[in-house]
């Protein structure tokens, strides 16, 4: 079965600073991969999105990129982080069509 | 565009008994797949069940079942014999085949009362 690690699992972050949060997956091969933020009560909101190494498509133009240097990992980064980054970042792999999260990370920017 | 709504921002139920969380989507196609989510407080999103549109049979997973109105684009998630761990936001979600692009809802919060 699949497995789906991020980390960190919190992050505390000063306003400007750099980015860089992990998915990696274990158990399957060539999934899509998903990043979603989560605000405090909100539904999710998909950032990324990448089908292969390399493939990435960009959902909400800001100041967030994707990269997916290996076939199962997952990296969300940014030059510089704003207030409204804070949430919850949710990684997902799917295949088929359903999809499975990972445990999430909580980003705080201060 | 689709779009999926969930107009109950909270719901509760007492333990023992059964509740009804809506789902509403509003799309063009014949053809998708509508999914309902759990996330209990661990913030960890849990398949709870799934529907293919073309299928006209109501999905069911033990005490969780949904009753589909495709004609109505109507999605509800019916808990039977509610339980204390049942308590979590629960979010609808809508894909269209041959798209990797989740349409989530806002969500709805159960509460379950002992």
């Known amino acids: 079965s699949q497995t789906i690690h991020q980390w960190p699992a919190t992050l505390v972050q000063p306003v400007g600073s750099p980015l860089s949060l992990e998915c990696t997956v274990e158990?399957?091969?060539?999934?899509?991969l998903y990043w979603y933020r989560q605000a405090a009560g909100r539904g999710l909101q998909l950032l990324f999105y990448?089908?292969?190494?390399?493939?990435i498509s960009s959902e909400v133009p800001q100041n967030l990129s994707a990269s997916r240097p290996q076939d199962r990992q997952f990296i969300l980064s940014s030059k510089k982080l704003l207030l409204s980054d804070s949430g919850f970042y949710l990684c997902?792999?799917?295949?088929?069509?359903?999809?499975?999260f990972g445990p999430g990370t909580r980003l705080t920017v201060t | 565009a689709q779009t999926v709504t969930q107009s109950q921002p909270e719901m509760s139920v007492q333990e023992a008994e059964t509740v009804t969380l809506s789902c509403t989507y509003d799309?063009?196609?014949?053809?998708?797949?509508l999914f309902w989510y759990k996330q209990p407080p661990s913030r960890q999103m849990i398949l709870v069940i799934r529907?293919?549109?073309?299928?006209?049979q109501n999905a069911t997973e033990n005490r969780f079942s949904v009753n589909f109105q495709k004609a109505a684009k109507s999605f509800s998630l019916k808990i039977s014999d509610s339980q204390l761990g049942d308590a979590a936001m629960y979010f609808c979600?809508?894909?269209?085949?041959?798209?990797?692009?989740?349409?989530f809802g806002t969500g709805t919060r159960l509460k379950v009362l002992a």
């Open positions: 997902a792999q799917g295949q088929g069509y359903e999809q499975y």
């Open positions: 158990g399957t091969s060539n999934p899509n």
């Open positions: 990448s089908v292969g190494i390399g493939q």
């Open positions: 799309t063009s196609e014949s053809d998708y797949y």
């Open positions: 529907q293919e549109a073309y299928k006209q």
């Open positions: 979600a809508y894909l269209a085949p041959g798209t990797y692009k989740y349409i």
